[in-house]
T-cell receptor, first 113, second 116 residues
Framework: DQQVKQNSPSLSVQEGRISILNCDYT??????FLWYKKYPAEGPTFLIS?????DKNEDGRFTVFLNKSAKHLSLHIVPSQPGDSAVYFC????????????FGKGTLLTVNP | EPEVTQTPSHQVTQMGQEVILRCVPI?????FYWYRQILGQKVEFLVS????????KSEIFDDQFSVERPDGSNFTLKIRSTKLEDSAMYFC??????????????FGPGTRLTVL
């Protein structure tokens, strides 16, 4: 079941540059999308979300873009910092699904000093 | 800042034994969830719980699994007879979603279950 796909298992960027993490989805019923960050042996930490009525949401260094026609979202981190190094998960929920989240496989971001 | 807590952080058990994983959700939240992540795989939904009953469960959540909110603060996941394939990280989450409006789910640190 690949309703949420993160096709890049890893991404490496230099400190200060932009990190762009991508996510695609196939279920057109999804209407709420979230990005979580996860360190080893810890639980997912919420970063930012976006509802399907918007195409952009910004919070500090983090911006999420949603392209509904392409069923694609992306997370931009700028400027990237070494502390951003973690696994980033894209997740989605559908109205009427009791808000259960469907996760992607994650992308390991490494920010090099 | 309020957070979801889980105990124990690591549980080792023998195959066939019962385990209970405990969670204390954020106090004003109404929806509670269990997810699991088998090593190297995706985080997978197990069950959601609202108004003292299961609102949705996945195919994984078979008769060996049960959830309970025994008091006003704890939310538990019981596995009646553990199998080797139940070895995973189990995450509890909670949200303040009200009907028709999705809201952020906040996750606990997880319990690592190892079945020998």
């Amino acid at each position: 079941d690949q309703q949420v796909k993160q096709n890049s298992p890893s991404l490496s960027v230099q400190e200060g540059r932009i990190s762009i993490l991508n996510c695609d989805y196939t279920n057109s019923m999804f209407d709420y999308f979230l990005w979580y960050k996860k360190y080893p042996a810890e639980g997912p930490t919420f970063l930012i979300s976006i509802s399907s009525i918007k195409d952009k949401n910004e919070d500090g260094r983090f911006t999420v873009f949603l392209n509904k026609s392409a069923k694609h979202l992306s997370l931009h981190i700028v400027p990237s910092q070494p502390g951003d190094s973690a696994v980033y998960f894209c997740a989605a929920s559908a109205w009427g699904s009791n808000y259960k989240l469907t996760f992607g496989k994650g992308t390991l971001l490494t920010v090099n000093p | 800042e309020p957070e979801v807590t889980q105990t124990p952080s690591h549980q080792v058990t023998q195959m066939g034994q019962e385990v209970i994983l405990r969670c204390v959700p954020i106090s004003n939240h109404l929806y509670f969830y269990w997810y699991r992540q088998i090593l190297g795989q995706k985080v997978e939904f197990l069950v959601s719980f609202y108004n003292n009953e299961i609102s949705e469960k996945s195919e994984i959540f078979d008769d060996q699994f049960s959830v309970e909110r025994p008091d006003g603060s704890n939310f538990t996941l019981k596995i009646r007879s553990t199998k080797l394939e139940d070895s995973a990280m189990y995450f509890c989450a909670s949200s303040s979603a009200v009907a028709g409006v999705a809201d952020t789910q906040y996750f606990g640190p997880g319990t690592r279950l190892t079945v020998l």
